[in-house]
């Protein structure tokens, strides 16, 4: 079993439309969870941080159950740019290290 | 204020030969982390520094590589003797401490023909 286990995808959505992206983790004491984005062939860049009580960045919302050790992402009113490959990102207890999911490949159609 | 600065972007080696990869952290970073992404896959985790120290190489093969980060210039990543399988994006991290958010460099791919 993957340490950060993702639905690859991809998730073809037209412009507008509400996306959720799941994401399971396997070692209990993760500390810190994150969402990364990548684009074809660039560096991940850090999209959000993931906390227990959820937060919020314009239309992005990210959810961690740590009973579950289920982290979520929520994309509302979804652009074009939005198209990328989304990152499930957990670190270990040190903080010290990244383990990183597969990705979920976004489309976002006009 | 420059991100992390990673080259040569692209580089070609012919199996048996040796791949230097050279990162500059962030101004103000002194962790240092490697990362290695396989075509079509995620990224690993390989190595994490310090200045003059290795602190964790829990994901480094224990054959062919090597990394350091000296008190003076970027961190290196050597793979000495590349074979094709090395072939991947190569990512190179900074954080102010551990534990910290980390930022990435743009990667270097590299090719083993």
């Known amino acids: 079993r993957k340490e950060v286990e993702q639905d690859p995808g991809p998730f073809n959505v037209p412009e507008g439309a509400t996306v959720a992206f799941n994401c399971t983790y396997s070692?209990?004491?993760?500390?810190?969870f994150f969402w990364y984005r990548q684009d074809c062939r660039k560096e991940p860049k850090l999209l959000m941080s993931v906390y227990s009580s959820g937060n919020e960045d314009g239309r992005f919302t990210a959810q961690l159950n740590r009973a579950s050790q289920y982290i979520s992402l929520l994309i509302r009113d979804s652009k074009l740019s939005d198209s990328a490959t989304y990152l499930c990102?957990?670190?270990?207890?040190?903080?010290?290290?990244?383990?990183f999911g597969g990705g979920t490949r976004l489309m976002v159609k006009p | 204020n420059a991100g992390v600065m990673q080259n040569p972007r692209h580089l070609v080696r012919r199996r048996g030969q040796e791949a230097r990869l050279r990162c500059s952290p962030m101004k103000g970073h002194s962790h240092v982390y490697w990362y290695r992404q396989l075509p079509e896959e995620g990224l690993k985790f390989m190595v994490y520094l310090q200045k003059e120290n290795i602190i964790d190489e829990s994901g480094m093969p224990k054959e062919r590589f090597s990394a350091e980060f000296p008190k003076e210039g970027p961190s290196i990543l050597r793979i000495q003797q590349v074979v094709r399988g090395d072939s991947a994006a190569y990512f190179c991290?900074?954080?102010?401490?551990?534990?910290?958010?980390?930022?990435f460099g743009p990667g270097t791919r590299l090719l083993v023909l």
């Open positions: 990102v957990v670190s270990n207890n040190a903080g010290n290290m990244l383990t």
């Open positions: 991290a900074s954080s102010d401490s551990m534990g910290e958010t980390q930022y």
């Open positions: 070692n209990s004491a993760s500390q810190s």
